[in-house]
T-cell receptor, first 116, second 115 residues
Framework: AQSVSQHNHHVILSEAASLELGCNYS??????LFWYVQYPGQHLQLLLK??????LVKGIKGFEAEFIKSKFSFNLRKPSVQWSDTAEYFC??????????????FGTGTRLKVLA | NAGVMQNPRHLVRRRGQEARLRCSPM?????VYWYRQLPEEGLKFMVY????????ESGMPKERFSAEFPKEGPSILRIQQVVRGDSAAYFC?????????????FGPGTRLTVT
C-alpha cells in the first residue's frame, strides 16, 4: 500500500535555526507531492507542491522542498525559522486509485515548536 | 470568497448518540473529501463525493458511518451510535476539479469528543 512517512514527530528549534523535515513516500509511479501546514487552531494550508519540472520547489513564507526521486523523498526546508513557524507540518502525496480517482495520502505530521 | 466551512467546530456526544458533521465547500467547488485525524496520527482519507454521488468511500468504516453531498446544502458526515474510538478531528476539503494536480482546500475541522 502506498504510504507517506514523516520520521520526526516533534521538533524543537530556536529562532534563526535551520529546519529540515523529512518526508518519504512509497510509490513507484508518477507522484504529486505537497506540504501542508496547520497553525494552532487553524485549518490546513498549502505550503508548496511539486508536480514536475525543477525538483527544488519554493513555497510561501520562505519554505522550500526538494524532490529526490532516487530517494523517494520530499524534504521540507527553511534556512531560518521564526517563532511564528510553530505549527504542525504534513507531507502528502496524491495517489491514483483503482477506480480512476485520486486521493491524498498524508504523513502523520511533524509538530514544530520554535522557541523565541 | 469564503473558504471551506465546517460546523460545528466542537461536538460532544455520549456513546450511542448520533453525530452529524457539516461541510460547505468553497464556492464553485463540487468535489468534497472527508478526512479523519486521530491523536498522533496523520489525516486518513474517508470518502470523496461529488454532488449527489459518492465516488470513493474506500476509507469509510463499513458500519455506522455514512456521507452525503446533496444537490442543495452542505455535505454531511453522519456517525451513528458513536463510540469512544470515534473521538477525532474530522476535516473536510474541497476542490474545483478532480485530478491528480488539484489542490484541496481544507476547512477548520470538527473535533468530536465521545464521552
Amino acid at each position: 500500500a502506498q504510504s507517506v512517512s514523516q520520521h520526526n514527530h516533534h521538533v524543537i528549534l530556536s529562532e534563526a535555526a535551520s529546519l529540515e523535515l523529512g518526508c518519504n513516500y512509497s510509490y513507484g509511479g508518477t507522484v504529486n507531492l505537497f506540504w501542508y501546514v496547520q497553525y494552532p487552531g487553524q485549518h490546513l494550508q498549502l505550503l508548496l507542491k511539486y508536480f514536475s519540472g525543477d525538483p527544488l520547489v519554493k513555497g510561501i513564507k520562505g519554505f522550500e522542498a526538494e524532490f529526490i526521486k532516487s530517494k523517494f523523498s520530499f524534504n521540507l526546508r527553511k534556512p531560518s525559522v521564526q517563532w511564528s513557524d510553530t505549527a504542525e507540518y504534513f507531507c502528502a502525496v496524491i495517489s491514483s486509485t483503482t477506480s480512476g480517482t485520486y486521493k491524498y495520502i498524508f504523513g502523520t505530521g511533524t509538530r514544530l515548536k520554535v522557541l523565541a | 470568497n469564503a473558504g471551506v466551512m465546517q460546523n460545528p467546530r466542537h461536538l460532544v456526544r455520549r456513546r450511542g448518540q448520533e453525530a452529524r458533521l457539516r461541510c460547505s465547500p468553497m464556492k464553485g467547488h463540487s468535489h468534497v473529501y472527508w478526512y479523519r485525524q486521530l491523536p498522533e496520527e496523520g489525516l486518513k482519507f474517508m470518502v470523496y463525493l461529488q454532488k449527489e454521488n459518492i465516488i470513493d468511500e474506500s476509507g469509510m468504516p463499513k458500519e455506522r458511518f455514512s456521507a452525503e453531498f446533496p444537490k442543495e446544502g452542505p455535505s454531511i458526515l453522519r456517525i451513528q451510535q458513536v463510540v469512544r474510538g470515534d473521538s477525532a478531528a474530522y476535516f473536510c476539503a474541497s476542490s474545483l476539479f478532480r485530478g491528480s494536480t488539484d489542490e484541496q482546500y481544507f476547512g477548520p475541522g470538527t473535533r468530536l469528543t465521545v464521552t
